[in-house]
């Protein structure tokens, strides 16, 4: 009941603030294929959002697909059609204002695998990103600063506490928190509450403004990420007293 009454809680504060301070949602793009060779069309992709809802799609005549829009969290897509069994793609992790591309999906083999993450994303291969699982297991998760200034070393700290960005003056760096520009200091959230820290050192995207410094963007967990966090614990929890 407690995990109920938190789920409860979480969601009276999150669903508000995702439905007027969320930079965007993300999305998940990719294309299909019979043993690689010829796209496929109409085949049927989706994934579960809660419960028995589920955002679905299909390819289009070239073996294209979208799926949008999505919270920031991680998915596990499925893909099926007439004749095929179904493929199974695991650990997407999506992230707001992102889109997330899959590998060149083979439906002919009725797989079961992981994304694999590129080394450069397409829309931004100067993006720093920190997902939620990795936060998680970061023993700094607690320190905001600290774990921003271990994303890469163009960030160095000042005695003073703040983050600079590629040596820019002090004051020129901004924080955005669901989208919400922070007028003043970062200020560290629950380890639990990130979905994802996004850090811009250069090339910064005209939604942020004009600065000279840097841009971070902090995204918290909505409820249905947390939601999905709690089904899972508790199918891993019912495999193990089953055994």
């Known amino acids: 009941m407690k995990t109920y009454f938190y789920l409860i809680a979480i969601a009276l504060i999150t669903v508000p603030a995702m439905n007027c301070a969320q930079t965007g949602p993300g999305e998940i793009k990719g294309k299909v294929f019979n043993d690689l060779v010829e796209p ?3 085949i049927e992709v989706w994934v579960d959002i809660a419960g028995s809802n589920q955002l679905k799609t299909e390819t289009d005549e070239n073996g294209k697909f979208t799926l949008k829009p999505l919270f920031p969290g991680t998915y596990v897509v499925y893909a099926t059609g007439f004749g095929y069994d179904t493929t199974i793609i695991r650990k997407v992790k999506v992230t707001a204002d992102k889109i997330t591309y899959l590998n060149d999906i083979d439906i002919a083999a009725a797989v079961v695998k992981e994304r694999e993450a590129p080394l450069i994303e397409k829309d931004d291969p100067g993006l720093h990103r920190m997902d939620a699982q990795t936060i998680k297991a970061l023993p700094i998760r607690y320190d905001a600063a600290a774990m921003i200034q271990s994303m890469t070393p163009e960030i160095k700290k000042g005695d003073n506490g703040e983050l600079y960005f590629k040596g820019a003056r002090n004051g020129t760096s901004v924080y955005y928190v669901d989208g919400i520009k922070l007028t003043g200091a970062l200020a560290n959230l629950p380890a639990r509450s990130y979905a994802s820290i996004q ?39 019912r495999k193990k007293a089953s055994r």
């Open 199 to 237: 850090v811009y050192t250069g090339g910064v995207p005209a939604k942020y403004g004009d600065t000279t410094g840097g841009v971070v963007a902090i995204e918290t967990q909505s409820y249905f990420s947390l939601w999905r966090q709690e089904k899972n614990r508790r199918e891993i929890a």
């Open 40 to 42: 496929e069309p109409y």
